[in-house]
């Protein structure tokens, strides 16, 4: 079973708008962790956001909001007021286990944003 | 800043050679990471390391190997490249513990012909 999907391959959003990416996960572990990167045409992988499944409250940086509903399983990635810069690739991936050790992140298949002037 | 730097960025190689992609870091971190990237598949974990010597198998370690003999540097070696090894190769990363983020290089580009 997929550990992390992302079901849209594509999306696309009007400059200055808001945009959801979905993701969902599968685990049966209590502690992990959510993360997004962001992937430009240039090709380098560019870290976003995390969200702990024990934090409370739903990571925010800058633009970037993390809509995180756990009996869902789902960490959403929200990004408002939309700027050309943002197409790009989008991952959402996720480390299994405890905070302590190694923290190999599985992947999504990744959702291409593509923001229209 | 984190740099994590691979050698090359495009790379054209023929098949039953033996390949050499080089990683280096420089912010002291104890993880690294060697991903593929290919469309529609996202990344997958082919091996990584937590320590100097150390190395674990990830989802798809076969027809690779790993050497990590300094703490800076992460090696990732194709024994006898084949044609599905064609694809991007994306390095990573970060300091112990589950909350850290990993950081990437820009990837190197690999064609087996």
């Known amino acids: 079973a997929q550990k992390i999907t992302q079901t849209q391959p594509g999306m696309f959003v009007q400059e200055k708008e808001a945009v959801t990416l979905d993701c969902t996960y599968d685990?049966?572990?209590?502690?992990?962790?959510l993360f997004w990167y962001k992937q430009p045409s240039s090709g380098e992988m560019i870290f976003l956001i995390y969200?702990?499944?024990?934090?409370?409250q739903n990571a925010t940086e800058g633009r970037y909001s993390l809509n995180f509903q756990k009996a869902r399983k789902s960490a959403n990635l929200v990004i408002s007021a939309s700027q050309l810069g943002d197409s790009a690739m989008y991952f959402c991936?996720?480390?299994?286990?405890?905070?302590?050790?190694?923290?190999?992140?599985?992947f999504g298949t990744g959702t291409r944003l593509t923001v229209i002037p | 800043d984190v740099k994590v730097t691979q050698s090359s960025r495009y790379l054209v190689k023929r098949t039953g050679e033996k390949v050499f992609l080089e990683c280096v870091q420089d912010?002291?971190?104890?993880?690294m990471f060697w991903y593929r990237q290919d469309p529609g598949l996202g990344l997958r974990l082919i091996y990584f390391?937590?320590?100097?010597?150390?190395?674990e198998k990830g989802d798809i370690p076969e027809g690779y190997s790993v050497s990590r003999e300094k703490k800076e540097r992460f090696s990732l070696i194709l024994e006898s490249a084949s044609t599905n090894q064609t694809s991007m190769y994306l390095c990573?990363?970060?300091?112990?513990?589950?909350?850290?983020?990993?950081?990437f290089g820009d990837g190197t580009r690999l064609s087996i012909l």
């Open positions: 991936a996720m480390r299994e286990g405890g905070q302590t050790g190694a923290n190999n992140l599985f």
């Open positions: 969200q702990g499944s024990y934090d409370e």
């Open positions: 912010m002291d971190h104890e993880n």
């Open positions: 990573a990363s970060s300091l112990f513990g589950g909350n850290q983020p990993q950081h």
């Open positions: 390391s937590y320590d100097v010597k150390m190395k």
């Open positions: 685990t049966s572990d209590q502690s992990y962790g």
